[in-house]
């Protein structure tokens, strides 16, 4: 799955830390997430939506589509 | 995150059980003398503390992040694929008289922690 969370982070001045201490996770999910070794769970997914007032599809995309 | 206090916790049970496990094992034939009654209670705190330690690590599993339980699942799901095929393979060894010792359930227990180390490790490398 592809997801833009590395490009959001950037833009709302974010580091992978801080992104870990405001979703709850630790800075290697983070990373792994952002790249692309690790599929987050849709709670955690929600999360990121939620933080960066964007719907769940806007962060993350199907690599069939 | 709060993992670290119940990662401490586990160590604690951990250290429990090894030590009750220790004092089962030797002090059967160095404090009581074999007695099955102080053998047989000390069997049971030894369970009971190995009760504590699997709730322990149960606790410190929804604890930790879900990358981590990934990890972490990943690697039990490896230990316990090693621990059925390798202990019956060496279990077959033996039975078949081609070792010319013992099969010991430490030796599998060895294993199983060797494992588990090595695949939380390769694990951890992975998501790094």
Known sequence: MKNRLKVLRAENDMTQAQLAEETGVSRQTINAIEKGKFDPSLPLAFKFARLFKLQIEDIFEDEKN | ?128
Not at chain 2, 28 to 55: P, Q, R
Not at chain 2, 97 to 108: P, Q, W
């Open chain 2, 1 to 128: 995150m709060n993992t670290n206090k119940y990662t401490l916790k586990l160590a604690f049970w951990t250290l429990g059980w090894v030590l009750s496990l220790a004092l089962v094992t030797f002090g059967a034939k160095f404090i009581w003398n074999f007695n099955v009654t102080i053998s047989v209670i000390m069997i049971l705190a030894n369970l009971l503390i190995g009760v504590g330690m699997i709730l322990a690590n149960i606790r410190l599993l929804q604890q930790i992040d879900e990358l981590q339980r990934k990890i972490q699942l990943d690697a039990m799901g490896i230990t316990l694929g090693v621990a059925l095929v390798a202990g019956i393979g060496y279990s077959a060894l033996d039975i078949t008289n081609v070792i010319g010792f013992d099969a010991e359930i430490s030796h599998l227990v060895f294993l199983l922690g060797i494992t588990y180390i090595a695949a939380i490790l390769i694990g951890n490398a992975r998501y790094k």
